[in-house]
């Protein structure tokens, strides 16, 4: 289809197949046949130049690309869904909604009592919360999608503004009575041979702990690769192996009784807030980040008492 570009309704069936797998959970989804969401597919691959999926089994497996074009229409039906809901807050004449752009991490650790801060503070309008990888949350907030948005490794991008949010210390995690619980500080070299469950290589996370295990020499043996890092600290808890995390991915699974050690040489994450450059602040942006960077100062210490000997 020569001279002819990706149209709604390609992006629509992507997003679906992606979402189900198959050309016929995507027709369910989208309330079509399996054939027509299959034509929709072909032309799809054929207008962009290269396949998007393989067939294994009955099911359609995503490219590299395909994941990467996923990321991208997922940022466009975000805003058509926002389009959507301002729409309807402007008939009813509802309050604005501020879109908060988050980690995983994040959302689940600091998000929940700095959003109750701000309700109790009188706030009217509603907060829509994103979670997104460091990258999408980037994405998000560079578009104008998001009024705010939490994120690790920022770095510096026209049009984007940010601010330090926490410096974190990692700890190495491990579960109640692992053969490392005894030692006071765990250091690279002590993880020779250890199970470990990594972490994100897309945030840069895990290259910093890999420089760390170069310079001892240590070899882990690495059984799982987590991109959330609350994800990682979750599979320390369920006896997968040890990790290194910082105390908001920790911060989640306090209760599970986990033994935290500070890991040598040190590694740290620095979390920072953005926003989008010269967007005009109608819904009190600092309010907000002051609840979000009370909360994130309040789970720093819980974590830091909770490991304290």
Known sequence: MPGKSLEFRHLEAFRAIMRS????????????SQPAVSRLLSQTEVLVGFPLFERLHGRLVPTVTAQALYEETERIFTGIEE??????RLRIQSPRRVVIASLPTMTLSVLPGAVMAWRKAGRRETLSIHSRTAGGVLGLVASRQADIGIAVGVPAIPGVRSTPLARTRAWCVMAPGHGLA??????????DGQSFIALSREEGRQALIDEALRGSGA??????E??????AVGMVAAGVGVTIADAFSISVYLERGLVLRPFEPAVTFE??????EEMRDNFGRAALAQAIRHEARR???RVAAAAAP
């Open 83 to 88: 389009i959507a809901a301002l729409t309807e």
């Open 219 to 224: 070899r882990v043996v690495e059984t799982v």
């Open 182 to 191: 005894a030692r006071s500080v765990v250091r690279a070299v002590d993880l």
């Open 226 to 231: 987590c991109r959330m890092t609350a994800g």
């Open 21 to 32: 797998g198959t050309a016929t959970g995507a027709g369910a989804m989208l309330g079509v």
């Open 299 to 301: 789970v720093l210490e």
């Open 271 to 276: 979390y920072r807030l953005i926003w989008p």
